[in-house]
């Protein structure tokens, strides 16, 4: 029998909301610990998801010898001292995205874990969705050929209110590190790691980046073009584009449910009787333009594509998808493994980097860094 791995959280926020909802589902978890800077939220909180222990403390949380593992879920800017106070007290820990606020803390977290060679991960949820897994699992398998270009945007309006996260800077707020860090890590994921970046950002008068636009640039040449915003909702889609064909992951993209797979014919090199009907019908086109305007209005002009195969993978997810995440770090701890092969620490720290490259290109810094 597997052992049941005790979680406890920090923080009685929207995300610690779920992600007990999440945990609820895993049948080797339990839930034994909340804590909260206040006891009235800990016992809200604790009575609503059945947690026995509730604590008036992130610290005493920390402390309780029963707690295998903790899920830090607070704003951005505090993940560090919480991450740190936990390794001390001997606990692994799963940390909210942006795992820190820049690679100088990731790495100073990071050495910690490894020093106490305890486990730790980044809590970049959507990398474990069953279908992101399946994209990758596709490009690995050649389907759509060689990777040309990755497109994704993300953008959904956030609450302008400056004493919320979104657009405090002091909570560590901002499209880049709430929105942006969700397509930068799935091209990592599926792309490697870029070469060059290129990027604008655009600040509200809170000073935080309200929407950024990225190109990144890898060795093979590839690219990918990365948008993210708090002020809009944008189709929240991924376009993944290779020499053979594409994968488009359908909103939203970060917890899928549906990806078109389109493969484009292979160019025929036999001069069969189909492809020569298919020349003398395009050269028909060009000659003839009422017929070419025909054949526009009809889709039929670019008929190769016209010949191409879609089809589609739909994937109810259990759960409400923050399982996925939650289970990997009790496989880990289960098989004592100190890292996730799927979000590996290292690859946590260069994206941290990159976010970093992109800060200086915008002149920010964030209070912590003065
Ligand atoms: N993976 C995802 O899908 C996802 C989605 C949303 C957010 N996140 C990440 O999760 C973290 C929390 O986001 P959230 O949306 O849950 O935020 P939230 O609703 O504002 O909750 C944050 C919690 O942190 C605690 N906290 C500690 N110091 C605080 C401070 N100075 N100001 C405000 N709260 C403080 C509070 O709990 P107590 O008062 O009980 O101590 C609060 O409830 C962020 O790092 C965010 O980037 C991830």
Redesign the pocket.
């Known amino acids: 029998m597997s052992k049941t791995i005790n979680w406890g959280i920090l923080?009685?926020?929207?995300?610690?909301q779920d992600f007990a909802q999440g945990l609820n589902i895993l049948p080797d978890a339990k839930l034994l610990g909340i804590a909260?800077?206040?006891s009235e939220?800990a016992d809200n909180f604790a009575q609503k998801y059945q947690v026995s222990r509730s604590y008036d403390s992130y610290q005493a949380l920390a402390q309780d010898p029963d707690i295998d593992v903790v899920y830090v879920?607070?704003?951005?800017y505090?993940?560090k001292a919480d991450c740190l106070m936990c390794l001390e007290a001997n606990k692994a820990i799963l940390c909210?995205?942006?795992f820190m606020l820049n690679a100088k803390e990731t790495r100073e977290v990071i050495t910690l874990a490894q020093q106490k060679k305890l486990f730790c991960m980044e809590?970049m949820?959507m990398r474990f969705m069953p279908l992101i897994q399946k994209v990758k699992s596709i490009i690995e398998a050649g389907t759509i050929g060689e990777i040309c270009l990755l497109t994704a945007d993300f953008g959904y309006r956030a609450n302008p209110d400056p004493q919320q996260?979104f657009y405090n800077l002091d909570?560590g707020g901002g499209a880049l590190l709430?929105r942006t860090i969700y397509p930068l890590s799935l091209a990592f994921y599926l792309l490697g790691e870029p070469q060059d970046v290129v990027s604008q950002g655009v600040f509200s008068e809170t000073k935080i980046d309200e929407q950024n636009a990225l190109i990144l640039r890898y060795p093979k040449g590839q690219l990918a073009v990365l948008s993210a915003t708090l002020k809009a909702q944008t189709s929240n889609e991924v376009v993944i584009t290779g020499s053979l064909g594409k994968i488009r992951i359908h909103s939203p993209f970060y917890r899928p449910l549906k990806l078109s797979i389109t493969q484009l014919p292979q160019p025929s090199t036999s001069g069969d009787s189909s492809s020569s009907l298919k020349q003398k019908i395009k050269s028909a086109l060009k000659q003839n333009s009422l017929l070419r305007k025909l054949a526009l209005y009809a889709d039929l002009y670019d008929l190769p594509l016209k010949r191409k195969n879609t089809f589609q993978i739909k994937q109810i997810f259990s759960g409400n998808g923050y399982n996925y995440e939650a289970q990997e770090v009790i496989n880990c701890l289960q098989t004592n493994q100190l890292e996730s092969t799927i979000m590996p620490l290292n690859e946590t720290l260069k994206i941290m980097e990159i976010m970093d490259s992109i800060r200086h290109q915008w002149h920010l810094i964030y209070p912590q860094e003065q």
Request: net charge positive; no cysteine.
């Open positions: 923080g009685t926020g929207l995300i610690a909260s800077r206040s939220k879920a607070t704003p951005n505090r993940h909210e995205k942006p809590a949820w996260r909570l709430d």
